[in-house]
């Protein structure tokens, strides 16, 4: 188990381990059905982002979640998180959600840039992945400007919220990831 926190500073943004006053500014767009519209929790009710955040804090041992924040503000703005294969020691996955009011400004794929260069150049891991909905084209967009290739469609492959759902892998290597610099 991990007990020193992990922080990630980019040219904009601060990754940092969650904290437990958080669970405030995530539950101004956990609340947003536009925000949760393509995840599958939400729109949540208080406890439920507390919940959220408790989990987010104590997951150590499944891979990091990081706290999206603007450092002149210390400002939470979203979450991110890079989840540990159990079955591939060499692969993860990588995750992200930004608050509506701060779409629009690359937070995103900046924060996915950060969890690749963590997951590559700290961690050394082999391969990163991430999936989403067909239709979530500002997700599919994000994993296309961080160099991650499609690898699959699945067709139907997720009943989600009410509806079957094609759903889109992208993936990426740390070999096509160095390629890139």
């Given at each position: 188990m991990r007990t020193d926190p992990i922080v990630i500073r980019t040219k904009r943004l601060i990754l940092r381990p969650f904290?437990?006053?958080?669970?405030?500014?995530?539950?101004?767009?956990a609340v947003d059905p536009e925000i949760s519209r393509y995840q599958d929790w939400g729109?949540?009710?208080?406890?439920?982002?507390k919940s959220f955040v408790q989990k987010c804090m104590n997951a150590q041992e499944t891979g990091y979640y990081f706290s999206i924040t603007l450092p002149e503000e210390d400002r939470h703005i979203?979450?991110?998180?890079?989840?540990?294969?159990?079955?591939?020691?060499?692969?993860?996955?990588?995750g992200y959600t930004i608050s509506r009011a701060y779409w629009c400004n690359g937070y995103a794929t900046e924060a996915a840039e950060a969890l690749l260069r963590f997951a590559f150049e700290d961690l050394?891991?082999?391969?990163?992945?991430?999936?989403?909905?067909?239709?979530n084209?500002?997700?599919?967009?994000?994993?296309?400007?961080?160099?991650?290739?499609?690898?699959?469609?699945d067709l139907n492959a997720?009943?989600?919220?009410?509806?079957?759902?094609?759903?889109?892998?992208?993936?990426?290597?740390?070999?096509?990831?160095?390629?890139?610099?």
């Open positions: 904290r437990e006053d958080d669970w405030s500014a995530v539950h101004e767009y729109p949540n009710g208080v406890e439920d982002t979203g979450g991110c998180r890079l989840a540990l294969s159990t079955k591939k020691r060499s692969e993860a996955s990588i050394s891991l082999h391969r990163v992945t991430a999936d989403c909905d067909s239709t084209v500002g997700s599919w967009r994000v994993m296309e400007k961080i160099g991650m290739l499609l690898v699959s469609t997720k009943f989600f919220k009410g509806s079957w759902r094609d759903w889109l892998e992208y993936a990426i290597t740390e070999q096509q990831w160095r390629s890139r610099f």
